[in-house]
């Protein structure tokens, strides 16, 4: 589901009464900001998120360690990295064992820049989708795989 940013305490407040697993959050912007403290939100709680994906964060806290696995897609900017907004920047987590992934489209994954990327662009280039869709299959995918593998009966 997609929900806009204003509304992330409602989305956290759902999440926390009931998450089920894999839970995959995805966020762009400042609402990428706002996976994270979503995140960090369910970490009291003794919740998981599977897979946080962050699209060029603004002004991001540092991943919580009870997220599996992260991505943050973004690009860098040079000089303008120093403003609080229209950037991406990397991402910093409080676990070093986490797997956390920054890719920067300008520098790391080239492969997913287009050439009219910039803060406004980059989440709806089809690019960046489907590679995004690609690091969600692989986590759920798998996950209901094995939940079906649970629920059959044995063959008689």
């Keep these: 589901m ?5 509304e992330s305490k409602q989305v956290g407040d759902s999440l926390a009464a009931s ?3 894999p839970l995959v959050l995805i966020g762009f912007s ?16 003794d919740k998981t998120v599977d897979l946080l994906i962050t699209i060029d964060p603004v002004t991001p806290p540092r991943v919580p360690a009870n997220v599996r696995s992260s991505v943050n897609y ?3 900017n040079g000089l303008a990295d120093a403003l609080p907004w229209l950037r991406g920047v990397a991402l910093t987590s409080d676990d070093p064992s986490t797997p956390l992934v920054n890719a920067d489209l300008r520098k790391t994954r080239k492969d997913l820049l287009q050439p009219d990327t910039s803060h406004a662009t980059i989440a709806g280039h089809a690019k960046l989708h489907a590679e995004i869709v690609r690091q969600v299959v692989g986590v759920v ?4 795989t094995l ?8 063959e008689e």
């Excluded at 997609?2 to 204003?6: A, D, E, G």
């Design 141 to 144: 995918a798998p996950a209901r």
């Design 147 to 154: 939940g079906e593998e649970k629920n059959q009966k044995p």
């Design 74 to 76: 973004y690009q860098s």
């Design 19 to 21: 998450a089920q697993r």
């Design 30 to 45: 400042y609402g990428a900001d706002d996976v994270i403290r979503i995140s960090r939100r369910l970490e009291k709680l």
């Design 2 to 6: 997609v929900y806009p940013q204003k």
